[in-house]
């Protein structure tokens, strides 16, 4: 399995950036999917999950501003991110596995046991 992101970049308060990240080497369409974020000297945060139904959850800070979504011919998930604030600064990472129960905690806990992956991470600077 593996992830890679893209679409990070610099943008000024109130702007747009749009991350996807590519997935290859397993059923993407049954996978919970999901973006976290982190800043240095901080824990990963979870951004916004979506399940194999399409299924989403946010963050209550994105909720509003960001959409998450899979585009399952083309094994590919995004992050609209609308309304940026500097305090969205960070790296952004990608997150997959197969587990049925789809959420910010199940996610990470997968992943830790060795059930997921993370990609490798796009940076996202917000100027005020």
């Known amino acids: 399995v593996q992830l890679a992101e893209s679409g990070g970049g610099s943008v000024q308060s109130g702007g747009s950036l749009r991350l996807s990240c590519d997935a290859s080497g397993y059923t993407y369409s049954k996978y919970c999917m999901g973006w976290f974020r982190q800043t240095p000297g901080r824990e990963r945060e979870g951004v916004a999950t979506?399940?194999?139904?399409?299924?989403?959850t946010y963050a209550d800070s994105v909720k509003g501003r960001f959409t998450i979504s899979r585009d399952n011919p083309k094994n590919t998930l995004h992050l609209q991110m609308n309304s940026l604030k500097p305090e969205d600064t960070a790296m952004y990472y990608c997150?997959?596995?197969?587990?049925?129960?789809?959420?910010?905690?199940?996610?990470?806990?997968?992943?830790?046991?060795?059930?997921?992956?993370w990609g490798q991470g796009t940076q996202v600077t917000v100027s005020s």
């Open positions: 979506v399940d194999g139904d399409g299924d989403a």
């Open positions: 997150a997959a596995s197969h587990i049925r129960a789809c959420s910010v905690h199940t996610l990470v806990v997968a992943i830790a046991n060795s059930l997921g992956n």
